[in-house]
């Protein structure tokens, strides 16, 4: 290591704060449990405190809670078949069936350890290939990011949706919402109507609050959620693994890391879609695939791990391009710029301290997460008794109260229940509200640039774009026409 690599580690240890990577990790237990809210949900509730903490706390926190979450989902996956995340949906074939064989605390386990190990594992992949990615990202310029962007924007609105078409229709709806605002170049008004409060275009954290955490209040007040009273512990419930079990479950752990960490490195991959294919592989490289889904650890392990990696691997191209690709990643990169920071590879050349801060605080996390996962897991599960309505009314409240301390505007409250609305019905319809959040964060990005390039290239666009540019522009017409033929399939059983 570097005299300069040195001097940025001692920094980024300064940096660190314990407090926010407890708290981080608890908020983010709490928030996977619940089924329906998720990483996402929960960031944006808590968006709001962002302005409290410097940009190096904020992100630490938000990576934290991002981390718990995605373990914790596998919590009610295991203990009542209804996964916290949808990312723990493949969690639930062998996990409960565990559970119904008096086995709750071996599953709690396996999901533990998977989770903790590929954690280790990513989090040092991040910072491996941290600043590599962000020197790559340096070489490219205003037709590469433009590209890049719409190849994010177009897998995620594919991958995020039942009916592809219609994500792809949510993500342009959120490119519209975008442009509302002043000009990013010229500075007119566009789609403002003479409200000052959208001058500075739609604030982030009542869109995202509104779509992503009402539409959920909205189902616990009006929809029967059986599975909130059925948690019940059964059998041996002490979460531990001996030497052996761990060992024979060591290869399919390290396989679901491996295909979740590279996965988790292209935009609109990562998600539910990854623990499915390692359940699968899994399955398919066992000497008994006939135990896959009565109770098979093997089963268990390979998506949690998966997941685990997934989520470490997703927040680099957020960290070094400024691309998100996943939701999650999307709302961080909203957290980071409500703190100050705008992503990029020039965060790894300006303030290198801060990534490598929330690197380092992650091993940390982990470590919490572990100690947290033997002592208290069985007690999370409790959350499962708390009434919905009283859980919904407590969404409706943190998005009210949050909403508005964000901006001290009356304006924001209001906008913040008109996205729940909107949230609401397209849930219902089969549209995506996260591939609307993806296309509104990166609106600007693409409009930005592709501006940029053509008054680099005089107007001309055959001048424009280059090998790179080209080819990412492909594989999104690839990805687009993918996606509206899968949904002309589905079309008919709609």
């Not at 590599?132 to 962007?149: C, D, I, K, Q, V």
């Not at 990005?445 to 501006?451: D, G, K, L, P, S």
């Amino acid at each position: 290591m570097g005299p300069l690599m040195q001097a940025t580690f001692h920094q980024a240890i300064g940096l660190i704060s314990p407090l926010y990577i407890v708290a981080g990790t608890l908020a983010g237990y709490l928030v996977g449990i619940i089924p329906g809210l998720g990483p996402a949900a929960g960031i944006t509730l808590l968006l709001p405190l962002t302005y409290y903490m410097t940009p190096a706390e904020a992100l630490i926190f938000y990576a934290s809670l991002y981390q718990s979450a995605e373990y914790s989902g596998s919590i009610t996956a295991i203990a009542v078949s209804t996964p916290g995340t949808p990312n723990a949906a493949a969690t639930v074939l062998d996990g409960f069936a565990m559970n119904r064989q008096g086995h709750i605390g071996k599953a709690f386990a396996y999901s533990l350890w998977s989770a903790v190990f590929a954690s280790l594992i990513g989090t040092a992949g991040m910072i491996l290939l941290g600043e590599p990615m962000a020197r790559l990202a340096l070489y490219f310029g205003p037709t590469e990011y433009a590209a890049l962007g719409i190849l994010g924007l177009s897998c995620v609105s594919i991958l995020s949706a039942d009916f592809p078409l219609r994500g792809l229709l949510s993500a342009v709806f959120g490119l519209l919402l975008s442009t509302v605002g002043l000009d990013l170049i010229s500075g007119q008004q566009r789609f403002t109507f003479g409200i000052p409060a959208i001058f500075d275009g739609l604030p982030l954290v009542a869109l995202l609050t509104g779509l992503f955490a009402l539409p959920e209040a909205i189902m616990l007040l009006t929809e029967p959620q059986p599975n909130f009273r059925t948690g019940t512990a059964r059998g041996d419930t002490r979460v531990w693994l001996r030497w052996a079990e761990f060992a024979a479950v060591f290869p399919v752990m390290c396989l679901g890391t491996i295909i979740g960490f590279l996965m988790g490195l292209v935009p609109g991959l990562a998600g539910s879609v990854p623990p499915w294919i390692s359940y699968n592989l899994a399955r398919m490289t066992s000497r008994d695939p006939g135990s896959f889904g009565h109770g098979a650890p093997a089963g268990l392990v390979a998506p949690e791990a998966t997941n685990a990696a997934v989520m470490h691997s997703t927040l680099l191209p957020a960290l070094s391009f400024g691309i998100p690709g996943t939701p999650t990643s999307a709302v961080i990169i909203g957290a980071m710029m409500l703190s100050g920071l705008t992503p990029g590879p020039m965060l790894f050349t300006d303030h290198p301290e801060i990534p490598y801060a929330v690197f380092i605080s992650l091993f940390l996390a982990t470590a919490f997460l572990w100690v947290v996962g033997l002592v208290a897991t069985n007690v999370w599960t409790r959350l499962l008794m708390v009434p919905p309505q009283l859980l919904g009314v407590a969404v409706i409240l943190f998005v009210t109260v949050g909403s508005y301390v964000s901006r001290t505007s009356l304006f924001d409250p209001q906008l913040a229940v008109i996205a729940g609305i909107l949230g609401y019905m397209m849930k219902k319809g089969g549209f995506s509200a996260p591939a609307l959040v993806v296309g509104f964060i990166l609106g600007p990005i693409i409009e930005t640039n592709v501006r940029r390039a053509l008054l680099l290239s005089g107007g001309a666009i055959k001048g424009a774009p280059g090998a790179i540019s080209l080819a990412l522009l492909a594989v999104s017409l690839v990805m687009i026409a993918f996606g509206v033929r899968q949904s002309r399939r589905r079309a008919p059983a709609s």
